[in-house]
């Protein structure tokens, strides 16, 4: 089983429509979790960190289920610059190293 | 303000031929320092980390090395060049400590031929 794992996509959605993102995790022992998103061709960059108690920015929201042990993003009113792909990174207790998924491509259809 | 260089920004090399690829990150002191590589259609595969100077750990067998001869420098080299070694590489720098976020640099597409 992989580390982090995540649905791949594509994800083609309208524009203005909401769109989930789910990711799991096979460490229960992980202690940091991130969002990054991807532009073609361009290095990752963070969108936003995920709390216990789950976090907004703007249209963005991420939830992290420790139980079930995965993470997700949600954006609402998407915009076509949201198209990209979305990455979900594992920080492991004690641990200087992250672990990146494999991404999920999002394209917004106008 | 923090800022990470990568040169150059792209590379076409024959194979068996040496690699050096550079990092340097300015604005910060005692950075942890990554290598990652990313293949087409594939996800981030660390290659190597570092938490100080002359400290390398190595992730995955294979033919290249790392060397971190300064604080803020990071190279990844090879003495000779495979095909599967073309890829997206990309250096990154994070805070010592663990639950950091990571930085990355523009990175280095290297087509290998």
Same mark, same amino acid.
């Given at each position: 089983?992989?580390?982090?794992?995540?649905?791949?996509?594509?994800?083609?959605?309208?524009?203005?429509?909401?769109?989930?993102?789910?990711?799991?995790?096979?460490?229960?022992?992980?202690?940091?979790?991130?969002?990054?998103?991807?532009?073609?061709?361009?290095?990752?960059?963070? /969108?936003?960190? !995920?709390?216990?108690? &789950? *976090? %907004?920015?703007?249209? @963005?929201?991420?939830?992290?289920?420790?139980?079930?042990?995965?993470?997700?993003?949600?954006?609402?009113?998407?915009?076509?610059?949201?198209?990209?792909?979305? /990455?979900?990174? !594992?920080?492991?207790? &004690? *641990? %200087?190293?992250?672990? @990146?998924?494999?991404?999920?491509?999002?394209?917004?259809?106008? | 303000?923090?800022?990470?260089?990568?040169?150059?920004?792209?590379?076409?090399?024959?194979?068996?031929?040496?690699?050096?690829?550079?990092?340097?990150?300015?604005?910060?002191?005692?950075?942890?320092?990554?290598?990652?590589?990313?293949?087409?259609?594939?996800?981030?595969?660390?290659?190597?980390?570092?938490?100080?100077?002359?400290?390398?750990?190595?992730?995955?067998?294979?033919?290249?090395?790392?060397?971190?001869?300064?604080?803020?420098?990071?190279?990844?080299?090879?003495?000779?060049?495979?095909?599967?070694?073309?890829?997206?590489?990309?250096?990154?720098?994070?805070?010592?400590?663990?639950?950091?976020?990571?930085?990355?640099?523009?990175?280095?597409?290297?087509?290998?031929?």
């Amino acid at each position: 089983r992989k580390e982090v794992e995540q649905d791949p996509g594509p994800f083609n959605v309208p524009e203005g429509a909401t769109v989930a993102f789910n990711c799991t995790y096979s460490n229960s022992a992980s202690q940091s979790f991130f969002w990054y998103r991807q532009d073609c061709r361009k290095e990752p960059k963070l /969108l936003m960190s !995920v709390y216990s108690s &789950g *976090n %907004e920015d703007g249209r @963005f929201t991420a939830q992290l289920n420790r139980a079930s042990q995965y993470i997700s993003l949600l954006i609402r009113d998407s915009k076509l610059s949201d198209s990209a792909t979305y /990455l979900c990174v !594992v920080n492991d207790f &004690g *641990n %200087e190293k992250l672990t @990146f998924g494999t991404g999920t491509r999002l394209t917004i259809i106008p | 303000s923090q800022t990470i260089h990568q040169w150059p920004a792209t590379l076409v090399q024959p194979v068996g031929s040496p690699l050096s690829l550079e990092c340097t990150v300015e604005g910060t002191s005692n950075p942890n320092l990554y290598w990652y590589r990313q293949a087409a259609g594939r996800g981030l595969q660390l290659l190597f980390y570092s938490v100080g100077i002359g400290q390398i750990s190595s992730e995955v067998p294979q033919n290249l090395s790392a060397s971190r001869p300064q604080d803020r420098q990071f190279i990844l080299s090879s003495k000779k060049l495979l095909l599967s070694d073309s890829g997206f590489y990309l250096c990154a720098w994070s805070v010592q400590g663990a639950r950091s976020q990571q930085f990355f640099g523009p990175g280095t597409r290297l087509t290998v031929l």
